[in-house]
């Protein structure tokens, strides 16, 4: 089993490393200059100017050279001066993402919280009406895009009806707290500011329920298929010819085991939210990664996109070694393959 | 409500009609959009990309049933030809990733040994790619377009294909069917294509179906997000783009994003009646 | 089908119930009593996209939205009134004159100022913050690099070298990069002005989030792309400012502010697109200010050695009469613009809208295929314009691109439209490559020559423009006069030469459309660079 987890790691260790690579040699075939977008006209006209920026950004380096600072960096967890903000992009990082940690988690309890009951509901009383809402709703959930939800709910329900507060992390008149945590939510509560509190919680409403939607109808639909499966099991069977009362054998037997593909692809599902904001991050003004990720990108901010591959790479290695690991951990013979 | 008044057991065509309504429904739908991009010159009243500034964010009226967007231009015949773009991507996107990712991870699977680790490590790769920028950064490098759209997404489409396949033919490999044209002695390419393939179809169907719908979702986000197609083409994500600032004339936005919507459903709702007919606890009711 | 009439624990209806209650609450108390307290009343809140700015430190700032805190938490020796940008007023300087060497300008300076510290400022403070910037070598001492040294004379009194006095230095040093702060506080937190400040200054992290000056408010934070913060100065030397604190937030969608102003969220809102100010018309509580600003937008057309027909100058000329800048002006920006004749905007000596009425490009289309023929092109031809993903006051560039493809299409030039991000679209710009080019244009100051020299040094290579001397001579000439009248008669010559080549068609000049609460007065908007005057604006 050790052998088993080491032997991962390493692999892990590398895929994030080879990761990086291929983005940073995509990167680095852009014909464009990042430099020249920095500099103002009269400066990105001057030949002097252009060289001093790029030698101050290491960008006059050979590749491997380059490529080495960013390992060293890495390993001293240092990414580097961004080249658009001109500031250490760890530094971004930890401002911009706690906003789409706030707005991810949120999304996900709120995808859980209807996604599990409707799944269990939609395979227990399976082609009842409950069932068929069900899929029509996760299937909806699935078909719409982000983008143009967000501008929809935001022109409905802040626009027209006047029943939500607009874009942003908060009102344009309150202050932020000071940053804990950086998630309003909890740095609030812990200062007993509830008026900011109540402000934050309202903001999060129409953004988290459109980057729940897509997460929802997964959800939904791998919880119906999970539970159909495990309430066809023989022991389920055997449960309800014993005449257990039903919502002890769905509630006691049937739901646990059909936890875990819910649990796999629910990390998953985790991930991608918390990479895949850029569109609801857009459209709803929200100060976080997934902005940053795109702004990022367009300048070819290397540094920056470095990072960032970084971060998202780790996420979804660890969480693919978590899943193996759990499926290792169930079945003994993954691990001696 | 109708699951408690109704009888426990329904007649048959009452059932076949809930279980796979929506799917027809889908068919449907689908079925009227590629009508629709087809004949698009024919079924639309106005040039696709006649400017004329003067009529510009007009509502929805009788001449134009969806108003016209900033530059004048009808937003319905837009949104028709918009079709055309959508569904050939996605079906383009689909075959290609599809029918590459599909071969790949059958013959790992097949292969076994280092060809079938090195290869499930080569996706674990392309999963742990930051999507957006992958395709941000090849469409900065070859420049903004269809095409280039397409392959940034075919560089990330195709893992799952082999993923899934190569599960498929591991289970199908240990068949006894399998281990019979085995031992009659036929090469091992013959069986997997004629053997094996066949029976893993049924999974592959469904994904493909849904992944049609996936991957026109995939492409207008990239569009709005301005990495698409090149003006003045019509395309829905691009629409819905020029329209989000656009909140009074909410036509520009609103309509091309049902467009999106609608279709999408449409593949969804028949992959998943797919997947609900090839299951055999469905079928066994 | 099986136990339809079982029931089940988990009740859906408390769920749901229990959701929506939770919603509610939630929602309800979402829009707590806005705008209606006395912190509220006392805090000018500004919308504006800010996502551009890097730096609040004067002496780093090159962007677009950043010189308007900048301009509100300090003062430059002297300055522009809104509307005038011709005739220089004193700021923190009172008076200023070219001693008889011909080549120092000496500055006194205004008695009584006070930083918001409380300390007096001195002529020291004013060495100390230009040299600042001329050894941080940033961007903005590119545009001041012909000041050799500056000197304290008095306490109140500095002395300021010009290597080349021919050029212009007053109308540019009007801009907030070069402003007075207080030497002590700067220097406290890292700065320094010597030799070697470009590596041993260290103030920029402090001065991001703080400021130093003597304006009438002063910087006390900044979250990026999320707010800029201001306290009042109660040290300034105009007269208490009107609002106690003021707030920049970003609001990257012009929809975002439209609705924030409307709800009274937001009191000035910078960034509306014209069918967004349409809206605000019968409004009684916000009024909309035009400011005409001094950008504009311009297609560049170069004379490509990849593109034949873009080298006969009649072909590019026909391009400029086909394009219907009439439809442009009046239906994409709702008429909120106006059109230079070339590379001068509107406003400044020498170019007025009657000048473009006379020796400008406008639409004519029999003109246009005359010019076609005679360039031995009757068919037409086909080039590629290349334009990056943006808008300027709510004019993106791809409908722009749009409508001039149409427009060319109707004499049968043939314009293929590249989109790209603005990273491949300046490299390709600047590094001469492109055919045809949309961008923009914005100066640092009012000041002529930054345009002309522009047009004829960097912009000109970038167009494969071989500029006459006889040009070049002019253009020396109308900045070298300094008699108004008679350098505003050189300047229009000199738009004459840039209609003649036709490698610039200037489309349009934004009147920006600011919309402001009526519960604001006194807030006046300028296009000298720094969007607006703070000082004396107030609560109603």
Redesign the interface.
């Known amino acids: 089993m050790l052998r088993y987890i080491v032997s991962r790691l390493g692999?892990s260790v590398v895929?994030?490393l080879?990761?990086t690579v291929?983005?940073f040699l995509?990167?680095n075939?852009?014909?464009?200059?990042?430099v020249?977008?920095q500099?103002?006209?009269?400066?990105?006209?001057?030949p002097v100017?252009v060289a001093e920026f790029r030698a101050h950004m290491g960008l006059d380096l050979p590749l491997w050279h380059r490529y080495w600072i960013f390992l060293w960096g890495l390993l001293h967890g240092d990414f580097g001066e961004s080249i658009?903000?001109?500031?250490p992009v760890l530094q971004?990082i930890i401002?911009y993402a706690p906003a789409t940690v706030e707005l991810a988690s949120i999304s996900f309890v709120l995808a859980l919280?209807?996604g599990l009951?409707l799944g269990?509901?939609a395979a227990?009383?399976r082609?009842?009406?409950?069932d068929?809402v069900a899929?029509?709703v996760s299937?909806?959930g699935?078909?719409?895009?982000?983008?143009?939800?967000a501008?929809?709910v935001?022109?409905i329900f802040?626009?027209w009806l006047?029943?939500?507060?607009?874009?942003?992390?908060l009102?344009?008149?309150s202050?932020?707290p000071t940053p804990i945590t950086g998630l309003l939510l909890i740095d609030t509560a812990w200062v007993g500011d509830w008026?900011t509190f109540?402000?934050a919680?309202?903001?999060l409403?129409l953004p988290s329920i459109v980057l729940a939607g897509s997460t929802l109808g997964l959800i939904t639909r791998t919880t119906r298929a999970a539970m159909?499966?495990s309430l066809?099991q023989d022991y389920v069977r055997v449960a309800r010819a014993k005449g257990l009362r039903?919502?002890v054998v769905?509630?006691g037997h049937a739901l646990p085991n059909a936890m875990l593909p819910v649990v796999t692809l629910g990390g998953l599902a985790y991930a991608n939210l918390l990479?895949?904001a850029?569109?609801t991050e857009?459209?709803f003004?929200w100060?976080g990664l997934g902005?940053y990720?795109?702004?990022s990108?367009?300048?070819?901010d290397f540094p920056a996109?470095m990072a960032?591959?970084t971060i998202?790479?780790v996420v979804?290695?660890a969480v693919?070694f978590l899943v193996d690991l759990s499926y290792a951990l169930l079945d003994p013979r993954v691990a001696k393959r | 409500?109708?699951?408690i008044v109704l009888p426990a057991i329904a007649s048959p065509r009452r059932?076949w009609l809930?279980?796979y309504g929506?799917a027809g429904l889908g068919a449907a739908i689908i079925v009227a959009w590629t009508l629709l991009a087809i004949f698009a010159p024919w079924v639309t009243p106005y040039d696709v990309n006649f400017v004329d500034v003067a009529n510009r964010l007009h509502a929805p009226s009788w001449t134009h049933w969806m108003g016209t967007d900033q530059l004048g231009r009808d937003v319905a015949t837009r949104v028709v030809y918009g079709a055309r773009i959508s569904l050939t991507v996605g079906f383009v996107v689909v075959a290609i990733g599809g029918t590459f990712g599909t071969l790949l991870g059958a013959i790992a699977a097949y292969a076994r040994g280092w060809a079938e680790e090195a290869l499930m490590?080569l996706t674990?790769?392309v999963?742990?790619?930051?999507?957006?920028?992958?395709a941000?950064?090849?469409a900065?490098?070859l420049g903004i377009g269809t095409t280039n759209t397409v392959i940034a997404m075919l560089v990330v489409w195709w893992p799952k294909f082999a993923r899934l396949s190569r599960s498929l033919v591991i289970t199908q490999r240990s068949m006894e069917y399998v281990e019979a044209a085995q031992s009659v002695g036929f090469k091992p390419g013959h069986i997997l294509i004629r053997q094996i393939m066949p029976n893993a179809v049924g999974p592959l169907v469904v994904l493909l179906t849904l992944d049609v719908?996936n991957a026109i979702?995939v492409f207008?986000?990239l569009s709005?997000?301005g990495l698409g197609v090149i003006p003045p083409t019509a395309e829905w994500?691009s629409m819905?783009?020029d329209?989000?600032e656009l909140?009074q004339q909410?036509w520009v936005?609103?309509f091309?994003?049902i467009a999106?919507?609608t279709v999408?459903?449409g593949f969804?709702?028949m992959g998943?009646g797919f997947r609900d007919w090839l299951d055999p606890?469905a079928r066994s009711r | 089908?099986t136990?339809?009439t079982?029931k089940?624990?988990?009740g859906?209806r408390p769920?749901v119930a229990g959701?929506g209650g939770l919603?509610g609450a939630?929602?309800a108390?979402?829009?707590?009593a806005?705008?209606q307290n006395a912190?509220?009343k006392a805090?000018l809140?500004i919308?504006l996209d800010i996502?551009d700015s890097?730096?609040l430190d004067p002496a780093r700032v090159?962007q677009y939205s950043n010189p308007l805190p900048c301009h509100a938490a300090y003062d430059s020796l002297v300055t522009f009134s809104p509307g005038d940008y011709v005739n220089l007023k004193p700021s923190a300087a009172t008076e200023w004159q070219m001693l008889p060497d011909g080549k120092t300008l000496r500055f006194k300076l205004r008695q009584g100022v006070k930083f918001s510290t409380g300390k007096p400022m001195t002529a020291e403070d004013a060495r100390f913050s230009f040299e600042r910037v001329i050894n941080l070598k940033d961007?903005p001492q590119?545009?001041i690099a012909t000041i050799g040294s500056v000197k304290v004379v008095d306490d109140h009194t500095i002395d300021m070298t010009l290597t080349d006095p021919t050029q212009p230095i007053l109308t540019i040093i009007a801009a907030p990069e070069f402003i007075v702060m207080e030497k002590a506080v700067a220097m406290a937190h890292g700065a320094t002005d010597a030799a070697d400040a470009k590596t041993a200054d260290k103030a920029t992290?402090w001065l991001n989030a703080n400021s130093c000056g003597t304006g009438p408010y002063r910087i006390t934070g900044w979250?990026?792309?999320?707010s800029m913060?201001m306290v009042r100065n109660d040290h300034y030397w105009g007269g208490k400012p009107g609002y106690e604190r003021v707030?920049i937030?970003?609001?990257?969608?012009s929809?975002?502010q439209l609705?924030?102003i409307q709800?009274g969220?937001?009191d000035v809102a910078f960034n509306l697109i014209p069918e967004q100010v349409a809206l605000l018309k019968d409004n009684k509580d916000i009024r909309v200010e035009g400011a005409t600003s001094l950008d504009f937008i311009y297609m560049a057309v170069v004379n490509s050695p990849d593109n034949p027909a873009l080298q006969k100058q009649q072909a590019r000329q026909a391009i400029g009469y086909a394009i219907d800048y009439d439809g442009i002006i009046k239906n994409l920006i709702g008429g909120h613009a106006v059109r230079p004749v070339s590379f001068l905007p509107v406003g400044v000596n020498g170019s007025t809208e009657a000048l473009t009425k006379k020796i400008g490009f406008r639409e004519d289309l029999p003109r246009a295929r005359k010019l076609l023929a005679e360039a031995g092109l009757p068919d037409g031809f086909s080039f590629q314009l290349a334009y990056g993903k943006a808008a300027i006051a709510g004019v993106s560039y791809e409908n722009l691109a749009q409508k001039i493809q149409a427009d060319l299409a109707r004499v049968g030039i043939k314009a293929e439209l590249a989109p790209m991000?603005?990273?491949?679209?300046?490299?390709?710009y600047?590094g001469a490559k492109a055919q045809a080019v949309l961008t923009f244009?914005n100066p640092?100051a009012p000041e002529n020559l930054l345009w002309a020299a522009?047009s004829i040094?960097?912009v000109a290579?970038r167009v494969h423009w071989d500029v006459p001397a006889a040009v070049r001579a002019n253009v020396a000439a109308a900045a070298a006069e300094r008699d108004l009248a008679k350098s505003a008669v050189l300047w229009e010559k000199y738009q004459q030469d840039m209609v003649d080549a036709a490698n610039q068609f200037v489309l349009i000049q934004p009147i920006y459309q600011i919309a402001v609460r009526n519960s604001v007065t006194g807030l006046r908007l300028t296009a000298a660079g720094w969007m607006a005057e703070l000082d004396k604006a107030k609560p109603v």
């Open positions: 692999i895929m994030i080879l990761a291929v983005i995509i990167a075939t852009v014909p464009g200059d990042p020249l977008m500099l103002g006209d009269l400066a990105a006209s001057d100017r658009v903000s001109r500031r971004d401002e919280l209807v009951p269990v509901l227990v009383r082609d009842s009406w409950i068929h899929r029509f299937l909806i699935v078909s719409a895009p982000t983008f143009w939800l501008f929809v935001l022109a802040y626009g006047d029943w939500a507060p607009g874009p942003g992390r009102d344009p008149v202050f932020p008026a109540r402000d919680a309202a903001h409403v159909l499966e066809s039903r919502w769905v509630n990479a895949g850029v569109m857009t459209v003004s100060p902005r990720t795109f702004t990108a367009v300048a070819v996109i960032i591959t998202v790479a979804f290695v693919n | 409500m109708s699951g059932r809930r279980r929506l490590r674990d790769l999963f742990c790619f930051p999507a957006i920028i992958l941000m950064a090849i900065a490098a719908g979702l207008a986000g709005f997000l994500g819905v783009a329209g989000r909140v909410w936005a609103t091309p994003g999106i919507l999408v459903m969804n709702f998943d606890h | 089908m136990d339809t079982t089940i624990a988990i859906r769920f959701a919603l939630v929602l108390g979402a829009r707590p806005r705008a912190a509220r805090t809140v919308g996502s890097i730096s090159a961007q590119q545009y992290t979250q990026r792309n999320q913060q707030l937030r970003h609001m990257s969608e929809a975002a609705l924030a709800r969220d937001i991000d603005q990273l491949n679209l300046r490299t390709m600047l244009w640092p522009a040094d960097r290579k």
